[in-house]
């Protein structure tokens, strides 16, 4: 899980709860901070969400081009013994 994405879950938390409050104590600028601390979580855990996203796709590339090279040093494997084998009669 990426760093920005725990930093929004907080942040988004933190500024509910500011909101409520606010809400509750008819305090409208607890309320607009809450609100602006929530915006600014959310776009923290979507950067985050893209971030992971990108190493989720770069780790399966990663996997994929080794499998190929595992299977290409596989096949050259096979190929080495196959090789046609001369007779020597005399």
């Known amino acids: 899980m990426d760093k920005d994405k725990v930093k929004g879950t907080i942040d988004d938390t933190v500024g509910r709860a500011k909101r409520q ?3 509750w104590t008819g305090d409208t600028g ?3 901070e809450g609100a602006a601390q ?3 979580g959310k776009a923290e855990k ?4 893209v971030k992971d996203a990108v190493r989720d796709v770069q780790t399966d590339a990663d996997r994929e081009h080794q499998r190929k ?3 290409e040093r596989d ?3 096979e ?3 196959s ?3 001369k007779s020597h009669n005399r």
């Open 69 to 71: 090279i595992e299977a």
């Open 30 to 32: 607890k309320q607009a």
């Open 75 to 77: 096949r050259e494997s």
């Open 21 to 23: 409050v606010g809400e």
């Open 38 to 40: 929530q915006v600014k």
């Open 46 to 49: 979507a950067w985050g969400n």
């Open 83 to 85: 090789a046609p084998v």
């Open 79 to 81: 190929h080495v013994g």
